[in-house]
């Protein structure tokens, strides 16, 4: 069976690690050659809303999925109108990931507890939102942002016209700035027939909008069980084949939810050495019709991202537990390069084990373990 993927970062470079033991075929499509699946699997390229080119990439798969959120819906569904090839993660999905007013909207209808927030598409529109959500705030593109780009910081009605200036012009959120105790994200793999598997809070931590450490299971049973329901509410909403993500704050013991991810997540790539089936072969499993794994921890991991720069092999291979992963990226300030995952016996394992691992790779994380 073959999979078509729609983009070939990192993503799709580690499903097809974990889909060819299964006998899985791929065929990626991206914008450029010099992408990291492009070593494990063949690749089209041209331009996501290349329609003869997506045609010819749904033509030759039994599934399409993407690795990436940003795909044109439209296109995606002109792509495979009139041929059998599935569509996994369902577009109605995508479509939400997609825009952050969308996701507020999904949140808000399932009784998901979401931030403040109201959409913004004028200057006088952003002094109204900022006076009806309160300051501070965050400004935040609709659609594109990721890793915290997009986004600007309001904290007093001063900083309202440089917010404007920076991102006014494209459709904007506005919503409150929390001010969190953690980060925590719920992710989970639903299959054709409904059956599902939910993997272990994950607690994360975020410097300048990216993610840089996971700490998974996060044992916070009472969080768990909220976050498991959310998680559960999305995924039945949309019918959901694949894997879904969840990104939350925590305020005051409660989940506040952030956004959604509908795809493999980098907070859940801790699941390839510490849980019994990882994210990325449990998605396959899905959108292939198989039976879904176990998603139970196998012991006690702390993901950490290379950003930037890679650290020598040796350096991170020397710490015993550790295992790493290298995407064959390109350095960039504040590209994700690779990372790397500790698997410990326990959680005081796992934490003197991570303090050690940031030490080693010169890392400094506020209120990390
Ligand atoms: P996002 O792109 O929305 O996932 O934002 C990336 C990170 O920026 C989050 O994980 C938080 O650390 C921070 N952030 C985003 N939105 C907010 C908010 N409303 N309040 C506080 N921090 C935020």
Same mark, same amino acid.
């Given at each position: 069976?073959?999979?078509?993927?729609?983009?070939?970062?990192?993503?799709?470079?580690?499903?097809?690690?974990?889909?060819?033991?299964?006998?899985?075929?791929?065929?990626?499509?991206?914008?450029?050659?010099?992408?990291?699946?492009?070593?494990?699997?063949?690749?089209?390229?041209?331009?996501?809303?290349?329609?003869?080119?997506?045609?010819?990439?749904?033509?030759? &798969?039994?599934?399409?999925?993407?690795?990436?959120?940003?795909?044109?819906? *439209?296109?995606?569904?002109?792509?495979?109108?009139?041929?059998?090839?599935?569509?996994?993660?369902?577009?109605?999905?995508?479509?939400?990931?997609?825009?952050?007013?969308?996701?507020?909207?999904?949140f808000?209808?399932l009784k998901i507890p979401t931030?403040?927030?109201?959409?913004?598409?004028?200057?006088? /529109?952003?002094?109204?939102?900022?006076?009806?959500?309160?300051?501070? /705030?965050?400004?935040?593109?609709?659609?594109?942002?990721?890793?915290?780009?997009?986004?600007?910081?309001?904290?007093?009605?001063?900083?309202?016209?440089?917010?404007?200036?920076?991102?006014?012009?494209?459709?904007?959120?506005?919503?409150?700035?929390?001010?969190?105790?953690?980060?925590? &994200?719920?992710?989970?793999?639903? *299959?054709?027939?409904?059956?599902?598997?939910?993997?272990?809070?994950?607690?994360?931590?975020?410097?300048?909008?990216?993610?840089?450490?996971?700490?998974?299971?996060?044992?916070?049973?009472?969080?768990?069980?909220?976050?498991?329901?959310h998680?559960?509410a999305?995924?039945?909403?949309?019918?959901?084949?694949?894997?879904?993500?969840?990104?939350?704050?925590?305020?005051?013991?409660?989940?506040?939810a952030?956004?959604?991810?509908?795809?493999?997540?980098?907070?859940?790539?801790?699941?390839?050495?510490?849980?019994?089936?990882?994210?990325?072969?449990?998605?396959?499993? *899905?959108?292939?019709?198989?039976?879904?794994? &176990?998603?139970?921890?196998?012991?006690?991991? *702390?993901?950490?991202?290379?950003?930037?720069?890679?650290?020598?092999?040796?350096?991170?291979?020397?710490?015993?537990?550790?295992?790493?992963?290298?995407?064959?990226?390109?350095?960039?300030?504040?590209?994700?390069?690779?990372?790397?995952?500790?698997?410990?016996?326990?959680?005081?394992?796992?934490?003197?084990?991570?303090?050690?691992?940031?030490?080693?790779?010169?890392?400094?994380?506020?209120?990390?373990?």
């Amino acid at each position: 069976m073959t999979i078509g993927i729609v983009g070939a970062g990192q993503l799709g470079r580690m499903l097809a690690l974990a889909g060819y033991p299964l006998g899985l075929d791929f065929l990626f499509l991206d914008r450029s050659a010099d992408v990291p699946a492009a070593r494990l699997a063949p690749l089209l390229v041209g331009e996501f809303t290349d329609l003869a080119l997506l045609r010819r990439l749904a033509k030759r &798969s039994e599934v399409l999925s993407f690795d990436w959120e940003n795909v044109s819906v *439209a296109a995606l569904r002109a792509a495979t109108r009139g041929l059998r090839t599935r569509v996994s993660p369902p577009l109605r999905a995508l479509a939400t990931g997609q825009d952050r007013l969308a996701e507020k909207r999904l949140f808000e209808r399932l009784k998901i507890p979401t931030t403040r927030h109201a959409p913004v598409s004028t200057r006088a /529109g952003l002094e109204r939102a900022c006076a009806r959500v309160g300051l501070p /705030g965050i400004l935040k593109t609709r659609r594109l942002g990721y890793d915290g780009k997009g986004q600007a910081v309001i904290r007093s009605r001063a900083g309202i016209a440089a917010a404007w200036n920076a991102l006014g012009g494209a459709p904007l959120l506005y919503e409150e700035l929390v001010d969190f105790e953690l980060e925590v &994200s719920a992710l989970g793999v639903r *299959a054709r027939d409904g059956r599902e598997a939910l993997y272990p809070l994950t607690r994360n931590w975020h410097a300048d909008g990216i993610l840089r450490l996971s700490v998974a299971p996060w044992e916070a049973p009472a969080l768990e069980r909220q976050a498991r329901a959310h998680l559960r509410a999305a995924l039945r909403d949309f019918n959901y084949v694949g894997t879904l993500a969840i990104e939350f704050f925590v305020r005051d013991g409660r989940l506040i939810a952030n956004e959604l991810a509908p795809r493999v997540h980098n907070s859940g790539h801790w699941t390839i050495e510490g849980a019994v089936t990882s994210q990325f072969e449990n998605h396959l499993r *899905a959108i292939a019709g198989l039976p879904l794994g &176990s998603a139970a921890a196998r012991g006690h991991a *702390a993901m950490v991202n290379l950003i930037g720069r890679m650290p020598p092999a040796g350096v991170v291979l020397a710490q015993q537990g550790v295992h790493l992963h290298d995407y064959g990226k390109s350095p960039r300030p504040g590209r994700k390069l690779g990372h790397c995952t500790l698997l410990a016996p326990t959680a005081a394992q796992r934490d003197r084990g991570t303090r050690h691992l940031l030490r080693r790779l010169a890392l400094s994380l506020d209120g990390a373990p």
